[in-house]
C-alpha cells in the first residue's frame, strides 16, 4: 500500500505563486512516476503534470505549461508543484497520485492517489 498526503495549498492572488508537496510512503517510491491532477468545482478531473520515477522526464498540460514545474527528490520521498503566474482558471482542488507503469495523462492509470489540497485563485 501506498500513502499518498497533497500539503501547499492555500488562496493566492492572480499572478502570485504557491507550492505544492506531495509526500509518499509505503513503497519504494523510485518504483513510481507521480502525477498532479486537478478538478474545479462542477468539473472532471484533468491532468497537469506528471515525472518519471527517475525525474528526467516531465509532461504538462498545455493549460499549465511554462508557468508550472513539477520535480521529486527521491532521497525524500516527495514530489512538488511549483505554480507560477496563477490564474482564477487555476482553481481547483490537486491531486498528486502514484503511478507503477510510466508516465501518463490518464488518470485511469494511476494506483495510488492522495486526499486533495485547495488551490483558489482570486482575480
Known amino acids: 500500500q501506498v500513502h499518498v498526503v497533497e500539503s501547499g495549498g492555500g488562496l493566492v492572488q492572480a499572478g502570485g505563486s504557491l507550492r505544492l508537496s506531495c509526500a509518499v510512503s509505503?513503497?519504494?517510491?523510485?518504483?513510481?512516476?507521480m502525477g498532479w491532477f486537478r478538478q474545479a468545482l462542477g468539473k472532471e478531473r484533468e491532468f497537469v503534470a506528471t515525472?518519471?520515477?527517475?525525474?528526467?522526464?516531465?509532461d504538462y498540460a498545455d493549460s499549465v505549461k511554462g508557468r508550472f514545474t513539477v520535480s521529486r527528490d527521491n532521497a525524500k520521498s516527495a514530489v512538488y508543484l511549483q505554480m507560477n503566474s496563477l490564474k482564477p482558471e487555476d482553481t481547483a482542488v490537486y491531486y498528486c497520485?502514484?503511478?507503477?507503469?510510466?508516465?501518463?495523462?490518464?488518470?485511469?492509470?494511476?494506483?495510488?492517489w492522495g486526499q486533495g489540497t485547495q488551490v483558489t485563485v482570486s482575480s
Open positions: 509505503g513503497r519504494t517510491f523510485t518504483d513510481y512516476a
Open positions: 515525472i518519471s520515477a527517475s525525474g528526467t522526464a516531465t
Open positions: 497520485a502514484a503511478n507503477r507503469l510510466l508516465t501518463s495523462r490518464r488518470d485511469y492509470e494511476y494506483d495510488y
